[in-house]
């Protein structure tokens, strides 16, 4: 089944202590994009990558680092989490040409 | 200004009746347009997409992008309870990256 994959599906963490959240498509797409879900503010991208080693900033960077090293993986980074970046997170990918598949969300509580 | 608004809700409606979902989005440049549902807990799911001014169609649905008004419609006709859902309409300039409108959140009652 062609999918987008994302671990964990909800994880609480503490102030400070980096973790990595994965996101795998099986799809073969040279897009991939991950998006942050929040109240009142809707889908709003944080990095997106064109393909392999091609990475570049979204509207809400600050706090994020990602990295594409093959083309099926697209990990989101956070090096020092803040209560802040509680929220609602979305990997997405594409070929280009039909909109994007998105994964089933990560819901990451920082307290 | 948002580039993409759309009204946040929720608009409820009976079972079989006709919805219209739509967006207005600023900005001119040459444009693809999506509209996507998303069930709670899930993760957003296209529904239709298109680059061009005028209707398109598919099953129960049809999408109307009007690019002189900059108005994005959603139409879902013989609506069922299973259309609950939040709908984002979604444009992009280019495949890196999509701006999204907040959502309209969908009640149909059976």
């Known amino acids: 089944e062609a999918q987008v994959t994302q671990n964990p599906r909800y994880l609480i963490t503490v102030t400070g202590k980096k973790l990595t959240v994965t996101c795998s498509q099986n799809m073969n797409h040279e897009y991939m994009s991950w998006y942050r879900q929040d109240p009142g503010l809707g889908l709003r991208q944080i990095y997106y990558s064109m393909n392999v080693e091609v990475t570049d900033k979204g509207d809400v960077p600050e706090g994020y680092k990602v990295s594409r090293k093959e083309k099926r993986n697209f990990p989101l980074i956070l090096e020092s989490p803040s209560p802040n970046q509680t929220s609602l997170y979305f990997c997405?990918?594409?070929?280009?040409?039909?909109?994007?598949?998105f994964g089933s969300g990560t819901r990451l509580t920082v307290v | 200004q948002k580039e993409v608004e759309q009204d946040p809700g929720p608009l409820s409606v009976p079972e079989g009746a006709i919805v219209s979902l739509n967006c207005t989005y600023s900005?001119?440049?040459?444009?693809?347009f999506m509209w996507y549902r998303q069930y709670s807990r899930k993760g957003p799911e296209l529904l239709m997409y298109?680059?061009?001014?005028g209707n398109k169609e598919d099953g129960r649905f049809t999408a109307q992008v009007d690019k002189s008004s900059k108005y994005i419609s959603l139409f879902i006709r013989d609506s069922q309870p299973s259309d609950s859902a939040t709908y984002l309409c979604a444009r992009s300039t280019g495949f890196q990256k999509l701006v999204f409108g907040t959502g309209t959140r969908l009640l149909v009652s059976p």
């Open positions: 298109t680059y061009s001014s």
């Open positions: 997405a990918s594409s070929t280009g040409g039909n909109g994007y598949t």
């Open positions: 900005n001119s440049a040459f444009q693809y």
